[in-house]
């Protein structure tokens, strides 16, 4: 897995009555202050609601094996696992975790407010991105208004804030086949060094996959390195047999 680079200190944190409990990797309860929270590894927390299934339930609840830890992160709803797959995508995030904290604050006449947002991931970088994911047209204005306080909280940290709603169908779809050939048991040296060298020049998958052998062997291979991003793809129209692969950038 990639290092993570030590985020620095924000410059200024701002004063406010946020706090931030979470869940360390033993179990143990934690409360910080807001401005103590960026030296927290929230990517390595527990979640802070269980996934429960109940009848009758509108979505269906799940883990999804992440391959940038290696580890499962729940997901409460098919968006969810739309986003969680897309973080587990990303080259530049090597840390992910599902319900990484709660967030408290006073509301209206002193009641206090909390919510938990769906994701938090690092980046290489030491950066973090923190995600919630609701539909647009399930978003009730007391609902916006605990989206508004995480965005305001996570600023004050440096960190993104991003509410996510439907992914887009056809890149959601090609990463969902790709990603059935994640796990590194895909891998095969030798086969993804001639793939690799077949597709220095762009050309069909299906042909390059055929210039190198079986496609029933090449092909689980082929996928896993277009997952890894060593070979690229157009993920923007759906994946073909005669979609355009070539080498990464990054490779050549």
């Given at each position: 897995?990639?290092?993570?680079?030590?985020?620095?200190?924000?410059?200024q944190?701002?004063?406010?009555?946020?706090?931030?409990?979470?869940?360390?990797?033993?179990?143990?309860?934690?409360?910080?202050?807001l401005?103590d929270?960026?030296?927290?590894?929230?990517e390595?927390?527990?979640p802070v609601?269980?996934?429960?299934?109940?009848?009758?339930?509108?979505?269906?609840?799940?883990?999804?094996?992440c391959?940038?830890?290696?580890?499962?992160?729940?997901?409460?709803?098919?968006?969810?696992?739309?986003?969680?797959?897309a973080?587990?995508?990303?080259?530049?995030?090597?840390?992910?975790?599902?319900?990484?904290?709660?967030?408290y604050?006073?509301?209206?006449?002193?009641?206090?407010?909390?919510?938990?947002?769906?994701?938090?991931?690092?980046?290489?970088?030491?950066?973090a991105?923190?995600?919630?994911?609701?539909?647009v047209?399930?978003?009730?204005?007391a609902d916006?208004?605990q989206?508004?306080a995480?965005?305001a909280?996570?600023?004050?940290?440096?960190w993104?804030?991003?509410?996510?709603?439907?992914?887009?169908?056809?890149?959601?779809l090609n990463?969902?086949?790709?990603?059935?050939?994640r796990?590194?048991?895909?891998?095969v040296?030798?086969?993804?060094?001639?793939?690799?060298?077949?597709?220095?020049?762009?050309l069909?998958?299906?042909?390059?996959?055929?210039?190198?052998?079986?496609?029933?062997?090449v092909?689980?291979?082929?996928?896993?390195?277009l997952?890894?991003?060593?070979?690229?793809?157009d993920?923007?129209v759906?994946?073909?047999a005669?979609?355009?692969?070539?080498?990464?950038?990054?490779?050549?």
């Amino acid at each position: 897995m990639t290092a993570v680079v030590a985020q620095p200190a924000p410059a200024q944190v701002a004063e406010g009555p946020f706090e931030i409990g979470y869940l360390s990797e033993d179990g143990a309860e934690h409360r910080v202050s807001l401005e103590d929270a960026w030296l927290v590894r929230f990517e390595s927390a527990r979640p802070v609601r269980r996934f429960a299934a109940r009848k009758g339930q509108r979505h269906l609840s799940g883990v999804w094996w992440c391959a940038t830890t290696s580890a499962h992160v729940g997901f409460e709803s098919w968006l969810e696992r739309d986003h969680v797959v897309a973080l587990d995508f990303d080259r530049a995030v090597v840390g992910i975790a599902s319900q990484p904290f709660w967030l408290y604050w006073p509301g209206a006449e002193g009641r206090r407010v909390s919510h938990a947002p769906d994701y938090f991931a690092r980046r290489s970088d030491g950066s973090a991105v923190v995600l919630d994911c609701r539909p647009v047209e399930r978003r009730k204005p007391a609902d916006v208004a605990q989206f508004d306080a995480t965005s305001a909280a996570c600023a004050s940290l440096g960190w993104d804030y991003r509410l996510v709603g439907a992914a887009d169908p056809i890149r959601t779809l090609n990463l969902r086949w790709l990603g059935g050939y994640r796990h590194p048991r895909h891998w095969v040296a030798s086969m993804a060094t001639a793939l690799l060298e077949a597709f220095t020049a762009p050309l069909p998958l299906m042909g390059g996959a055929e210039s190198v052998g079986d496609p029933v062997a090449v092909l689980p291979v082929l996928f896993h390195l277009l997952w890894r991003q060593d070979l690229t793809i157009d993920l923007s129209v759906p994946l073909h047999a005669t979609s355009c692969v070539r080498v990464a950038e990054d490779l050549r």
